[in-house]
């Protein structure tokens, strides 16, 4: 490593901060820690040939990790920081004597010879490769003193072996952090994604993690303590499934699937377990517009959130009229057919007639109880049968007391309960006169003129 930089006191203090900040996005370690190498120095006053903490020489520390030395006030020398690993090449050196600041290095991660700093262009790569140093010993500090200051610091690193945890999701690979022999780590939980920069798909829900890509065996959630390598976890999902009904509902005693995992094999709900008043399921379409083919199933090895949009053809109920002699107008047309969003007026006496009777509406029941029905409502289904009630025309009349049988004269009959329109059959004293033809209706009379030849073998007195 044969890379020598020489950076000023900005980019080291950029650099902290961005260590600070990458804390949560796991470029660096978790709980980044920072080493004192003179914790008790006090600067004010500067102390001749001061000591070190030895505590330090053996730890392990990690890319992003940092090393402070405090500055010594008074001092007009050269304070130069060296790292070096194991083959004593230089790492990197630091001028912070004119800064009269204390000197923060940062831990880098090292890959094919080369240095890789938080706020360098390519650290995240690096620090991701399998290949990369990660992880360092502290092999030895050995400070150099000049007038009882030090003048130069050389902190010697050790590589140490690390290893590379990548997730896989989605079909995306991520940098999942590192670990060390015997050390483990947990995994990700599923609340921890997305600040890790993993995001899933609108609708996936995360399941667990497998060593396997095919996803066979048991989840686990952490590398153990005894383990060594790199890592691979292929994360398992499950997919959110919405059934646009439109307006249907589901059989209560029906479970709705709601998710599916790409082991799964999904049968839709078929007409048997879904309905609509008035329709008939066609089936489901994954576009709101219900266009090209009908969707029955959701393959194994399908992925991602999948919508259905039930179709329904409206269905058309038989309309039966029993008449009960009576006959439609020619020029009428019958209604023999509806649908739930059909208004339909039933035919009325305008409609339909029978001699000699009044017509008296539409029942749907034979026996005409209840109210008779003029119309079938929007919203209504089911095959409708009406019955047509008419009565015939029956009139109560009052006689004159004058009245002679068979005299032969025109007599005035007061109408008590009268059709002004038409004049079938009259009742008199009990017994009916049959479509008596020589009559006058005057239109808003209650009076009728028969001849009395029509009354004869009647007591009308």
């Not at 902290?16 to 008790?40: E, G, R, S, V």
């Not at 060593?211 to 048991?218: I, M, N, Q």
Request: with cysteine; proline share 3%.
């Amino acid at each position: 490593m044969d890379k020598k930089r020489l950076r000023g006191r900005r980019k080291r203090f950029m650099a902290l901060c961005l260590a600070i900040a990458m804390i949560f996005c796991y470029q660096l370690p978790a709980f980044a820690k920072d080493y004192t190498l003179n914790p008790d120095y006090n600067s004010d006053e500067p102390t001749s040939n001061p000591s070190y903490d030895e505590d330090i020489v053996g730890k392990t520390v990690k890319a992003g990790d940092t090393l402070t030395f405090k500055h010594q006030t008074g001092s007009d020398d050269t304070v130069v920081l060296y790292y070096k690993d194991d083959t004593n090449t230089l790492i990197e050196e630091v001028d912070r004597n004119e800064t009269k600041k204390d000197i923060v290095e940062e831990i880098p991660a090292a890959l094919n010879g080369q240095l890789y700093f938080s706020d360098d262009d390519g650290y995240a790569d690096a620090i991701s490769d399998p290949d990369a140093i990660r992880v360092w010993e502290v092999n030895k500090i050995a400070p150099s003193y000049a007038s009882g200051l030090v003048k130069y610091l050389y902190v010697t690193l050790t590589p140490v072996d690390s290893y590379v945890i990548t997730y896989h999701v989605e079909g995306e690979s991520y940098y999942g952090g590192f670990y060390l022999d015997n050390e483990g780590k947990a995994l990700l939980s599923a609340s921890e994604l997305s600040a890790n920069g993993i995001t899933l798909s609108e609708g996936t829900n995360f399941i667990g993690w497998y060593t396997d890509a095919d996803l066979s065996g048991t989840a686990v959630t952490a590398v153990a303590e005894n383990e060594t390598g790199n890592k691979d976890f292929y994360a398992k999902l499950s997919y959110d499934i919405t059934f646009v009904t439109n307006g249907g509902q589901f059989d209560d005693s029906y479970v709705v699937p709601e998710t599916y995992t790409s082991e799964d094999e999904i049968i839709l709900p078929e007409e048997d377990v879904i309905g609509k008043e008035g329709y008939q399921f066609e089936g489901w379409y994954d576009n709101a517009n219900l266009l090209g083919e009908k969707v029955t199933i959701i393959n194994t090895g399908s992925k991602g959130a999948k919508t259905f949009y039930a179709k329904y053809n409206t269905v058309e109920y038989d309309i039966t009229f029993v008449t009960n002699d009576g006959v439609f107008d020619e020029a009428y047309e019958v209604p023999a057919h509806y649908t739930v969003n059909d208004e339909v007026i039933l035919p009325t006496k305008n409609n339909i007639s029978k001699f000699g009777t009044r017509f008296y509406g539409w029942y749907d029941n034979k026996d005409f109880k209840g109210k008779a029905i003029t119309k079938i409502e929007t919203g209504s289904t089911g095959n409708k049968t009406f019955y047509g009630k008419f009565a015939p025309y029956i009139y109560t009349i009052e006689a004159e007391a004058q009245y002679e049988k068979g005299s032969g004269k025109k007599y005035v009959l007061h109408v008590l309960e009268a059709d002004k329109d038409k004049l079938y059959n009259v009742v008199v004293n009990g017994k009916t006169v049959v479509a008596p033809k020589n009559y006058t209706v005057t239109d808003g009379s209650t009076v009728i003129t028969l001849s009395s030849k029509y009354m004869k073998g009647f007591d009308l007195g």
